[in-house]
């Protein structure tokens, strides 16, 4: 787990030095000049973590869980803004949530790293921050791209794009990207095959750099390094999520990147809740698969959410109920063969009156999922938000692989009881 050869920073290799070589070499600092090394980003960031030379007009930061791939958006947004190079940044994250906590408000956000006497002026009512230069960054929802259809800038910091439910939001930005001589925009993300992601990375404008979280470990809490790199290193998912390798649909995948497509659900007839229980609740154990959809009526199937977890029976099942109630679903539906009379039980422990069909598993599960994905092929199926978790999963998984992925056996009973099963007509509007 260590950092490439070459890729350190300036402080890193000064860490490496002995400990009287360190101390006298800090001694010679005065407070004035330690400030100004504490804010000093070329001093603590990796080569791979500064903007690159040359003209570009889309810097890709493509890169694992870990790396500091927030603190490298920031540090570029921070550095433009002071500096006067642009005057109008637009920061666009997948939801208004994520732009305030993660890249305003977060650990590595705007706010934390500023020195105290250049920390800009944020005004949440206005979505905006402003520098003493006169320099302002707008937040953005990526779910709201009508917002982006008016506004001009001259720089962006785009977060997490690959979990963007609305790729159009992107195509808004770059409209309104005509300040100044040279607009250009810094994309950090996890890199997930999506078709903007790759169209990205075809451009001869962009500049696409690399990164693992083993670059970073050094930075990481040991839990963080033991739950998520010691469980998935190794893994399909973990060349995806730790070592940010874009991964192509594997042979013999029932589901297909591009057959997922997004959309806003219409008057919907009936809702249905589907539920993979898992065996245990320890952290090495699968999640319970949690999967709301609804069947519109137009014919089509819609995804609505996916409320997947890690918890007790207990905690699982008050989260399925929540979601009963929250969309105004008609049942849930569980495999009778593994778990279903568990899952009848620890739900109407929470409420009495749910009602509850057990499904019976007899055929194969590649056999199951079928229809499903065949649905998903006719463009008969939506997703209402982006579902990075459960999409990794269905495209990923292939019925020889002697795996049962949570997300997608959830999703497998739903669709069925309401794409392919016949239960009554109920009307209902989707609020």
């Known amino acids: 787990m260590t950092a490439p050869p070459g890729n350190v920073s300036p402080a890193e290799s000064m860490s490496s030095l002995a400990a009287d070589e360190r101390k006298a070499l800090l001694?010679?600092?005065s407070e004035a000049d330690a400030e100004e090394i504490l804010h000093d980003w070329t001093f603590w960031a990796r080569p791979s973590q500064l903007p690159p030379d040359g003209t570009w007009r889309v810097w890709l930061l493509l890169a694992g869980r870990g790396f500091g791939k927030t603190r490298t958006g920031a540090e570029w947004v921070r550095a433009e803004a002071q500096s006067g190079r642009r005057g109008r940044l637009a920061l666009v994250a997948p939801t208004a949530a994520d732009a305030r906590d993660v890249m305003v408000e977060g650990e590595s956000g705007l706010l934390a790293i500023a020195p105290r006497g250049n920390r800009p002026e944020y005004e949440p009512s206005k979505r905006r921050l402003t520098w003493h230069n006169g320099a302002m960054a707008t937040l953005y929802s990526a779910d709201e791209?009508?917002?982006l259809r008016g506004p001009q800038h001259d720089g962006a910091w785009l977060d997490e794009l690959a979990a963007w439910r609305f790729?159009?939001?992107?195509?808004?930005?770059?409209f309104g990207l005509r300040l100044g001589s040279d607009p250009r925009i810094v994309v950090t993300t996890t890199p997930r095959p999506t078709q903007l992601i790759k169209q990205l990375v075809e451009r001869p404008t962009t500049f696409t750099t690399t990164g693992t979280t083993y670059e970073n470990v050094a930075n990481l809490a040991p839990a963080f390094v033991d739950s998520i790199i010691s469980r998935y290193q190794g893994t399909r998912l973990g060349l995806q999520e730790i070592e940010a390798r874009i991964l192509g649909d594997p042979d013999g995948a029932l589901w297909k990147r591009d057959w997922i497509q997004t959309a806003v659900a219409p008057d919907l007839i009936r809702v249905v809740i589907g539920i993979d229980p898992a065996g245990s609740s320890s952290e090495q154990a699968?999640?319970?698969g949690i999967?709301?959809?609804g069947k519109g009526v137009d014919g089509n199937g819609y995804v609505l959410a996916d409320r997947s977890c890690r918890l007790s029976p207990e905690g699982w099942a008050s989260r399925a109920v929540a979601g009963f109630d929250q969309f105004s679903?008609?049942?849930v539906v569980a495999e009778a063969n593994f778990g279903g009379e568990m899952v009848q039980s620890v739900l109407r422990t929470v409420r009495s009156t749910l009602p509850f069909t057990a499904v019976h598993a007899s055929r194969g599960k590649g056999i199951r999922a079928e229809p499903i994905s065949s649905l998903y092929e006719q463009?008969?199926?939506f997703h209402c938000d982006a579902f990075p978790e459960l999409e990794?999963?269905?495209c990923s998984w292939t019925p020889d692989s002697g795996k049962s992925p949570d997300r997608l056996d959830a999703l497998v009973w739903a669709l069925t009881w309401l794409m392919l099963e016949k239960p009554l007509p109920r009307f209902r509007v989707l609020a």
Request: aromatic letters at 4%; a negative charge.
């Open 27 to 29: 001694e010679t600092l």
């Open 145 to 147: 791209p009508d917002r």
């Open 167 to 174: 790729p159009e939001t992107f195509d808004q930005l770059q």
């Open 286 to 288: 699968d999640e319970t």
């Open 291 to 293: 999967i709301i959809a």
């Open 329 to 331: 679903a008609d049942r």
């Open 379 to 381: 463009k008969r199926i």
């Open 392 to 394: 990794d999963q269905l």
